[in-house]
């Protein structure tokens, strides 16, 4: 028999520490890009980011529960299966009922007596990923032969899920669940050629979609919806309209002007003082160009890549399917995240209203992250067990032997 050890010896502090260090710079910059405007409305200029350390303090109790659970529980269908139900309802209320609350034009924050407010939407992320990895890694041999019949029931269940934040309206955040679920279909194992024929077809798709937008001028969206023509057509030349709708990203080209390669110190933004509305939030990652320079911001860039690079090294790594899958979808989710957000504020992309993953404010935002980077390091430290299993076993044959 193995000797037992502690599952503390097998914690991937590779994971752990650029978490810590992603959240901790986020505190700080938070801070910063909300204390002036806060101090201004004659409030506590440190109370959004006491908020997110309140929040920050939750996170790690959430990782410190899932890491000690067994992985076997995340495996139990019952488990999925309320779970799902569980987000749509809440999804329902959100959406349905006077508990829903409105923010920025869309009714996507619930309100919980006693708790504040949590967008279901943000956990629905690490839901589809969860639910997919499951059905999939169970399914694989229906999967290779017959795709179609393996997962379209679970599609369906996924997709309703995303029409109930699409009708919010939240488009930036079912256009994430959207993409996260097609990640998790070409990482399936399905045949490589409809994997490329797919992923292209959206990609071509999108660009044609895009394009089509702005030279219909808008008339393929009811009047109810011209708010998400407007996005597509500043996105294309935003100083037409530097006074209207495309203040924002016009605010957000001269905070990183402003950065240069130096930037202009902590705190001394001058974007954050009125002229980006929700710096603290979509924008965060502008105010870190301006006041930490580029050099930083990539350092930035590069910490985040590496966390991700290593959720997805122990997805490839993995032996068990549901564990590979887990966290080629939880790596997957922050780097598509990031690029929307980083696309949104540099123009690359229409801006969709999304988060930068640890930096920004917004406690939903990250406790679905903390609850996928404990995923993550309860599925490192398992499948290091397992291995480390395997080799005593092997060296008591060979002793015995």
């Known amino acids: 028999m193995p000797k037992k050890v502690k599952k503390s010896f097998y914690l991937d502090y590779s994971i752990l520490i650029p978490y810590l260090v992603l959240c901790g710079i986020g505190l700080i910059m938070i801070y910063s890009a909300s204390s002036y405007k806060l101090l201004v409305n004659h409030l506590d200029p440190a109370s959004l980011a006491i908020n997110q350390a309140i929040y920050f303090v939750l996170s790690l109790l959430l990782i410190t529960f899932i890491y000690k659970m067994k992985m076997k529980i995340f495996e139990h269908r019952n488990v999925i299966t309320f779970s799902t139900f569980v987000i749509g309802v809440l999804l329902i209320l959100t959406r349905f009922t006077s508990l829903g609350v409105v923010v920025n034009g869309a009714q996507g924050w619930l309100k919980i007596p006693g708790l504040g407010q949590l967008q279901p ?14 059905i999939i890694s169970k399914r694989q041999g229906e999967i290779i032969t017959n795709f179609k019949d393996a997962t379209l029931r679970p599609l369906l269940v996924v997709l309703g899920l995303i029409f109930l934040v699409a009708i919010q309206p939240d488009n930036g955040g079912a256009a994430i669940l ?15 050629l409809y994997s490329l024929i797919f992923g292209g077809s959206i990609a071509i798709g999108s660009l044609l979609g895009i394009k089509l937008i702005v030279w219909s001028g808008g008339k ?6 011209k708010y998400v023509y407007d ?11 530097a006074q209207g709708d495309g203040h924002q990203i016009v605010n957000s080209y001269y905070a990183i002007y402003n950065g240069g390669l130096f930037g202009v110190g902590l705190g001394n933004s001058t974007q954050k003082k009125g002229f980006l509305p929700e710096a603290q939030t979509d924008f965060m990652f502008s105010i870190v160009l301006e006041e930490l320079c580029l050099i930083i911001a990539v350092l930035i860039l590069c910490l985040l890549l590496f966390l ?16 590979s899958l887990m966290c080629i979808g939880v790596g997957g989710m922050i780097l598509i995240q990031t690029f929307i957000n980083i696309g949104g504020i540099s123009g690359l992309i229409p801006l969709t209203g999304v988060t930068f993953p640890f930096i920004s404010q917004g ?8 609850i996928s980077i404990g995923l993550v390091l309860n599925i490192s430290a398992d499948e290091k067990k397992n291995k480390h299993n395997e080799m005593v076993v092997n060296m008591q044959e060979i002793t015995e032997g």
């Open 121 to 134: 939407a943000e956990f629905l992320k690490i839901m589809i990923i969860w639910y997919l990895s499951y």
């Open 178 to 192: 959207f993409l996260i679920a097609v990640l998790m279909l070409l990482a399936s194992g399905v045949n490589y």
């Open 220 to 225: 393929i969206f009811p009047k109810n919806l």
């Open 231 to 241: 996005r597509f057509a500043v996105f294309a030349n935003p100083f037409l309209d």
């Open 308 to 323: 991700v690079l290593r959720i997805i090294l122990v997805g490839i790594r993995a032996k068990n399917p549901f564990n």
């Open 363 to 370: 406690g939903s935002s990250l406790l679905m992250l903390s």
